[in-house]
Nanobody, 131 residues
């Protein structure tokens, strides 16, 4: 059973930090690029960060660059993709989703930022930043 499960969301004051986790299982997700997206009320889903299969390359939206850090741990039956979020701002409030893309579908910066390239999605975790 394919499962991407996010956790770690919550309520935090502006300037604070949160660490989201994504646990991906049920597929060979060690061969998938992984990404984080977010969706605020009334807005489209937007790219936040992505990491290549090996973990050697990472990509960030301009709005989170320098504040967020994506990483991954590839185990045999489980891939973990943490997202460390620092210096949070009220504008970061959204539901955050973990997603997986086949390596061949996400080999350029443009494709890794495109939600349509991702085949599997989690249910999301709410992040609320108060001012």
């Amino acid at each position: 059973q394919v499962q991407l499960e996010e956790s770690g969301g919550g309520l935090v004051q502006a300037g604070g930090s949160l660490r989201l986790s994504c646990a991906a299982s049920g597929r060979a997700f060690g061969t998938y690029a992984m990404g984080w997206f977010r969706q605020a009320p009334g807005k489209e889903r937007e790219f936040v960060a992505a990491i290549s299969v090996s973990g050697s390359s990472t990509y960030y939206a301009d709005s989170v660059k320098g504040r967020y850090t994506i990483s991954r741990v590839n185990a045999k039956n489980l891939v973990s993709v943490p997202l460390q979020m620092n210096s949070l701002e009220p504008e970061d409030t959204a539901v955050y989703y973990c997603a997986a893309a086949r390596a061949l579908d996400a080999i350029t910066i443009a494709t890794m930022r495109d939600p349509a390239k991702y085949s599997y999605w989690g249910q999301g975790t709410q992040v609320t930043v108060s001012s």
